[in-house]
Structure formats: C-alpha cells, structure tokens
C-alpha cells in the first residue's frame, strides 16, 4: 500500500490537507466496508448458534452456548468500532503503510487492514519520537466523526527520509484538549502520548505505580492499561477478572464509559464504597474520625471487639445429667471463649462446633470435679437393678452390661463410655443447644460494628490502642449512624471496617457429609444445623415443624438468610487503584485481601493526598501488595526440585506523567500557587495549552459568598457550553465533629506563609441553596467528591475555608483548583487569600509561559 502524495508546489496548505483528508476518506470507507461484512459474519455465527440448538442434544447445547457467547462478545467489539474505527496512519521508513484502529481488522485474505492499537504493531503509533523515530517517518493522527474524516494531524518524525511526503495539521490534538466536557471521561486512545504508552504498556506482573499531577492522564492511561491487558492476556486476566477502584460513586460513574468505549466490559469496576456486596457507603467522615477509623491500629481494635463476650450472651451455662446438676460461671465461660479465640485460626463464625466440644469438656471436668461419675454409675446400677427385678418377676432374663447403657453417637472420647454417654445426653438437652446458639452467635459483620457504639464496650476492645477521646468519638460517631431501628449511614472508612470483621468472622463452616446423614442430630433444630446456621440436608424433617420454631432459631435462620456480607469475597488477577494517595490502612488492608495473587496498577498524586499519615498508609500499600515480604523468608521455603528457588520478589515498576492535558496553563497557573503552600518542595506538572482566559479570584464579603456564587455560576453558565463544577468547603456536621454536638468547624493550623485570617462558615443549607435551579450540568460538590474530576469550568468556594478544614486541607485545595479546562472562579473572602493565589511574581511554568492573574476586587 503506498502514501498518498501530493504535488504541493502549486497547491495551498489548505487544498493539500483536503486532498489528503480525501484520499484518508477513502481508505476508511474501505475498512468500514469490511467492518460491515465482519458485522454480518458475527450474526451469520449468532444465527448458526441458535440452530444447533434445534439439534436438542446436551452437547449441542453446550456448543450453542459457546458459539452465541463468541458471537455475541465479537458483535458487541464491532459495535464499539464503529465510531473512529481508523485513527492513526504510520509511513515506516520502507514505504510500508500500517493503519492502527480500535480494533485489527482483516481483509478477507487475512491481510491486515487495520491494526489494533493494543498490538505490538502499533505500538511505534505512540512511541515514535523525532528524537528516536523508529524507523517511522510520519505519524498521522485521523480526526473523525462518525464514518467521516474530518481532520489530520501529521508528526514529521524524520523528514530525512520524507521526500515528497505531505505534512498537515494546525494544532488539532491542543485544540482537542479544550474540547466541551459533558460530564463523562472518554477514551483518549487516538492521542495517547509516549508517556502514557509506556504505563499502558507496562508489564502484567508485579506492580506498576504510575505518579503525576492533577490532569497528566493517570485515570486515562491506567483504564486504558485494563483494556490492553484483557487484550494481551485475555486468559489470565479475562477469566479472573479485573477490579478497578476509584475513591466515590461520583468518580465511578465519571469514568464508566471508558472501558465499554474501548470494547471492554468485563472489568468490574467500584468505589471504595461499595466493595463489600450488599452494604454501601453513603457519607465520608469528618477528617478526624477518618484519620482513626482508617489507621491500622483499629485491626488490633476489631480483632478484639470479635473475640469480646458477644452482646446478649448469656453469663451461665446449667445442665442436669443422672441428678447432677453442671454449672460453668462467667468467669470460666470467659477463659473458655479465649481459649478457644486463641486457638482458633480462621473463621469465628466456622468455630460454633468446636466452641460446642470446649463447652462438653468444660462440663465433664466439672462434673467429675463434683464426683458426678460415681453418683451416676450408682444410678446406673440402682435402674438396671430395677429393671432386672421387673424382668425376673416376669420370668425373663436380665440386661446385659452393654444394653443397660445408651449407645451413645457422639465422637468418640478416647473410648471412655461414659463420657461419650455425658457427651450425648447432654448435647440433647435444649438448654445446652440454646445457649451454644446465644453465647457463640453467628454474627453479622454489621452487628459486631452497631455493638462498638456501646462506650464501655469499645474501650475493652480498644485497649491501649485508641485514647479515651478516640473511644468517645467514634462510639458516638457509630451511636449516631447505626441506630437498631434505622437503616444504618455508612461512610467511606465503615466499609474497610466491615470488611475486616467480616474477614476475622469468616463463613461457617459447610456441614460435613456425616453431619448431613446424621437422623437424630442434637444440632439439627428445625431443620437448621445451629452449628452452622444452614438448612440441613435432612429427608425425615418435615416443614410444618418449622411452625414449632423457638425464637432463637428463627433468629438464627433469619441470619443466615438476611446475612448482607458476602460469604465468599472475590479475587482478582489484576486490579487497579485510582486515587491511591487517599487509601487510608484499612482501605489498604480491604484491598489486599482481594489481591492476594494479583498484578497491581496503582496511581497516585501524593500532593492530592487528603490523608494525614503517608507513611503508615504507604505501609499498608505494601503489605497489601506484598512489598513487605523479605525475599529471604520466601526463597528459603524448600522447593520440590530441591534446587535453590529464585526469590520470588514482586516487581516493582514506578512511572511519572509529567505533562498536564486537562488545565490550561492560566489555571495551572493558580494550582501551582497552591502547591507551592502546600508542599513548597512539589514540581507542578507542564501545561501545554494556552487559551488566553484568566481565571477570576474575587474577594466578597462572607455573607456574600453564597449570593456570589450563584451570580460566578450563571455568568459561566453563558460562557462555557459543558459541565460546572461548583466546589464548597465540606461540610462538618457538628455530631461528627464532636461528640458532644458543640463544634462546628474543627480548624487546622497552617504554615505560617499561607493566609489564615479566619474560615468563612459553611453548611449543608448553604450547599442546597446555592445549587437550587441550575441545570445538570452544574454539579455543586464538596471538595472530597471532587476528587479526580473535571469540568469546563469551576467556581472555587471560601478557599480559605477548604484549607483550614483539615491538616491536609491545602492539598484538597490544589485538588480542587486543577479540576477545570478552561475557565476558573474562586470566590474568597480574604485579600490575603485573593494575593496568595495572584501572587505579582508571575509563576514561570516549566515550558516558560508566565502567567498573571485578573484581580477583582
Ligand atoms: N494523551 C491524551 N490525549 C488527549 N487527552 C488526554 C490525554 N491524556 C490525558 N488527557 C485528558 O486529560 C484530562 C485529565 O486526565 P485524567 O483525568 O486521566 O488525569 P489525572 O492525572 O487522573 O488527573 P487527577 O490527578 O486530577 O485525577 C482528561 O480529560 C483526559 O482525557
């Protein structure tokens, strides 16, 4: 195939570009013709899936299934590429010609027509530099819409070896760049930069860490990294699964349509709110009560609470056995409990069988203790007297030895009869049964959290871990969002938290083969196994016996039944964590237990981070990654071969994004100021479009603010046709903050060169005020929700409000002033503010344009 040369002696730009579009035009109108025949293809296969299932045999069924199931994923990739099918065109310096597209497409010789970005053929489409060619002479960029050229971009990479080769294009990828934001990420796979690729391309194992500053492109490259894997290791990947996290809903369903657009829909993709199936979070702590909930110490804290005497149980256990009447206190049933803790590996909620035996041997040793055995074989012997008189005087024999015992059916006691006999007599006592079930409930992860809003209860299992303040704080915190008779308000930290628990409950175990043949089993109440808490496989029990149901195996039924935690948690091969800087421990620890053999991408700006404690999080990160582990520890475990293994260390491959794609560079301009507060040492990242508007930093009266924000908002309404982000401070509600409801607004100390001349107040009414009327696509979110958007435009609400709000408060500030592309407003209500963020020594940017910064008074 050769490149469409021009003559351009006698031509105009403009007419050699149209000759080149046209002449694009017509090669695309061949690929997209042969996209239509694949098209029918796929339908003749679906077609031909559905009639073999005519044929009726198991086996066709089977194959059916297969065959609709290629089809089906196949139309649905030729869907996907029916927009922009063919976007980049390389001249190789041999005079080859290779077109990279969505998807690879053949002709019908199996020549390639297309090639799939994701293949190693394309890769020179996004490596290829003037610095280091490879072998590409130019790397054209095709703009379409629909089926229809538009516009091409052309990168001369060695024009050595151009010859007549035309060069066209005026900017289209910069001016791309400020196109409208409607509200959700697109792909970016046309323009993906050098950078960029080689994140995307990174290994599939180990871990890669890619780091960048606001609007490098992390978000992008790392879901474009899920579809290159699933596309490269489909097996591997495709059939484990991919899990993509993202810091909130918001962010979530910002960037949903990403992966679809790139044909993939088997990603799994959640926020950290709504990991553990069937509870979501709904609301973000304050950033004290995050900073405690989140931070590691609270796995010592909830390891504690599940080992604890759960709430209800009872304090004392009685049985009678041959007129003895067995009694275990509180005290021996508490050492009972944490022996059986302490020896427990695994799941509590799977240790009811073996807390039934501890409880049996409890009661055999007191009843030998009181002398039980002797006063019971005189009871044997005075009934076996008894009966072989009534035998005599009816002329029969007597019992045997062996007749006169029950047989019992329990496991066997090293032989001893009659402990088996104890064992078996009173395992079929109600009061035994019922108060296994009460003192070692199955519980619900939930519960175990709702039980810590007792004060007294979270002191115990706090320790010396939490102060007394924490302890107060958080009780109150749970006290509040978990009452019994309302639905409970999860924030984003309760979520790591019932993970935990629920990891430290663990499932029951499954009734074993023998337990379900069992008859007579003391453990089946009403058809539940109350060891397990399951139906029991149970022929001879009939339903209506379900009416005759105590309360407390109702309860118990309902438990299982209602239970909203996952019982088997999911595994990933891969997984993606957006927004990494923010993962507190917990979070950290929540994530690891679904990764434990998965490759990583992780991305993270540390300058965005709203968390307090880096260092402990980042050790959480590698714990949960498996960073931690020394190699010697794993090399020294022997292997089969008895050859000395490799250290089987996980590959770490780190990244840096260095060129901001989303602010222009008035607005980078700004963020810069604030990144120079918050962490003086940072290097922005370099903005590469300039669009000549300057944001606007307004000084207003505080009781202005909100009537302000409503006028900067209609105003930018006229002036940008997508989406607003209006970005308030968070708002503190005074239970959260405080135990006792007084405090409002908690202030952090800033450094000492940054404003702090008072925090303009702001709440939750200010927030639905000032959001009252506007049309879609004005969003007013607080800062957190902010994270990792972005928008046309953005009102910035009492900066100095958002920095004062929590020690990380000007690092969620600079979140909040690199969200828009092209037009900013922040609205303050201290000259000291408005100067810091319009400082006069313009802030000279890495590609030296200076920025200065319209002031309004
Ligand atoms: N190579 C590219 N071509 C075109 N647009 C790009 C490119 N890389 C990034 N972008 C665009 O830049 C914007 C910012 O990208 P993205 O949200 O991925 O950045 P980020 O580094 O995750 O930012 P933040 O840290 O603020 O979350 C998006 O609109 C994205 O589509």
New binding site residues.
């Given amino acids: 195939m050769s490149s469409p040369v021009t003559d351009g002696s006698a031509e105009t730009t403009e007419t050699v570009k149209d000759q080149e579009i046209a002449a694009e035009q017509r090669f695309v109108d061949v690929a997209y013709a042969r996209l239509e025949e694949m098209r029918e293809d796929a339908k003749a296969l679906l077609r031909e899936g559905y009639r073999q299932a005519l044929v009726g045999t198991q086996g066709a069924l089977v194959d059916r299934d297969a065959m609709v199931h290629q089809a089906a994923l196949r139309a649905q990739a030729l869907d996907v590429a029916d927009d922009g099918l063919v976007f980049g065109r390389l001249d190789l310096a041999g005079g080859e010609v290779r077109y990279i597209g969505r998807i690879g497409v053949r002709t019908r010789d199996h020549d390639p027509l297309v090639i799939d970005w994701r293949a190693p053929a394309a890769e020179d489409f996004y490596r290829a530099t003037p610095e280091d060619p490879r072998g590409v002479v130019r790397r054209r960029v095709l703009h379409s819409r629909g089926h229809t050229v538009v516009d091409l971009e052309d990168d001369l990479l060695d024009p050595s070896a151009a010859g007549d080769m035309a060069v066209v294009g005026d900017g289209a990828?910069l001016a791309?760049?400020a196109r409208t934001?409607e509200g959700a990420?697109?792909d970016?796979v046309a323009?993906?930069?050098r950078e960029?690729d080689e994140v995307i391309r990174a290994p599939a194992d180990g871990i890669v860490l890619v780091r960048?500053?606001?609007?490098?492109?992390?978000?992008?490259?790392a879901l474009h990294r899920v579809a290159y894997l699933l596309f490269r290791h489909r097996r591997r990947f495709g059939s484990r699964g991919v899990l993509v996290v993202g810091p909130n809903r918001r962010f979530t369903s910002y960037i949903e349509r990403v992966l679809p657009s790139l044909g993939e829909e088997s990603a799994a993709l959640r926020s950290l709110g709504d990991l553990v199936d069937g509870v979501s979070a709904r609301t973000h702590d304050t950033p004290d009560l995050a900073r405690i909930k989140g931070s590691e110490v609270m796995a010592r804290v909830l390891r504690r609470a599940v080992t604890d005497h759960p709430p209800g149980a009872p304090d004392e256990l009685r049985v009678a056995y041959k007129g003895v009447v067995v009694r275990l206190d509180r005290a021996r049933l508490d050492r009972l409990r944490a022996d059986l803790h302490r020896r427990s590996r695994g799941s509590i909620n799977g240790a009811r069988a073996r807390a039934a035996e501890a409880l049996l041997d409890a009661l055999w040793e007191r009843f030998t203790d009181v002398g039980g055995p002797e006063a019971a074989a005189q009871a044997d012997q005075a009934d076996a007297g008894l009966w072989n008189a009534l035998l005599a005087a009816d002329g029969l024999a007597p019992l045997d030895e062996d007749d006169a015992r029950p047989r019992p059916r329990a496991r066997s006691r090293g032989g001893d009869a009659r402990r088996e006999e104890f064992d078996a007599r009173v395992r079929e006592q109600p009061e035994f049964t019922r108060f296994l079930v009460a003192w070692w409930p199955l519980r619900r992860p939930l519960d175990v959290l709702r039980s810590l809003a007792d004060p007294e209860r979270l002191r115990r299992a706090a320790g010396r871990d939490l102060d007394r303040d924490a302890v107060a704080r958080l009780a109150a915190s749970w006290a509040a969002s978990l009452r019994d008779d309302a639905e409970p308000v999860l924030t984003y930290q309760d979520i790591a938290l019932l993970d935990e628990i629920d990891a430290l409950l663990g499932s029951p175990p499954r009734p074993s083969p023998r337990r379900r043949a069992a008859e007579d089993d003391p453990f089946i109440v009403d058809g539940v196994d109350i060891l397990t808490g399951e139906e029991a496989a149970d022929e001879h029990w009939e339903p209506e016996i379900r009416e005759l149901t105590t309360s407390i195996e109702r309860l118990e039924r309902a438990r299982r039944v209602d239970d909203e935690v996952v019982e088997e948690r999911p595994e990933y091969a891969h997984i993606v964590v957006?927004?990494a800087q923010d993962l507190s421990p917990m979070q950290w620890r929540m994530l690891g237990r679904r990764g434990r053999h998965a490759s990583w991408t992780i991305?993270e700006?540390p300058a965005?981070s709203a968390w307090e404690d880096l260092d402990a999080a980042r050790k959480a990160m590698d714990a949960a990654l498996g960073l931690n582990k020394p190699a010697s520890r794993r090399a020294a475990r022997p292997s089969r071969s008895r050859r000395p293994r490799k250290p089987a260390v996980r590959a770490l491959y780190e990244y840096e994004?260095t060129t901001n794609?989303?602010n222009s560079t008035e607005i980078a301009a700004v963020a810069s100021r604030v990144l120079a507060m918050a962490l003086p040492e940072a290097r922005p990242a370099r903005a590469v479009r300039t669009s000549g508007i300057e944001p606007v930093i307004r000084v207003v009266p505080g009781p202005d603010l909100l009537p302000s924000a409503r006028a900067a908002t209609e105003e930018l309404l006229t002036q940008v046709e997508g989406t607003i982000g209006v970005i308030v401070p968070r708002e503190l509600a005074p239970a959260d903050s405080d135990p006792g409801g007084q405090t409002a607004l908690p202030l952090a100390a800033l450094p000492d060169d940054v404003p702090s001349d008072g925090a303009a107040s702001w709440n939750a009414a200010d927030r639905d005020r000032l959001a009252a009327g506007f049309p879609e696509r004005v969003q007013v979110l607080d800062v957190l929700e902010a994270?990792?958007l972005?928008f046309d435009a953005a009102v910035i609400v009492a900066p100095e409000t958002v920095a004062a709000q929590s020690p990380r408060g000007l690092r969620v500030l600079y979140?909040a002033v690199?969200r828009a592309t092209q037009r900013l407003t922040v609205l303050t209500t201290s000259p000291d503010w408005r100067d810091a963020l319009t400082k006069d020594e313009a802030t000279v940017m890495d590609h030296g344009v200076s920025a200065t910064v319209r002031r309004q008074e």
Avoid: C, H, N, W
């Fill in positions: 990828f791309s760049l934001r990420m697109r970016i323009t993906i930069q960029q960048g500053a606001p609007g490098t492109g992390k978000t992008a490259v957006d927004e991305v700006d965005q994004l794609y989303r994270k990792g972005e979140v690199s």
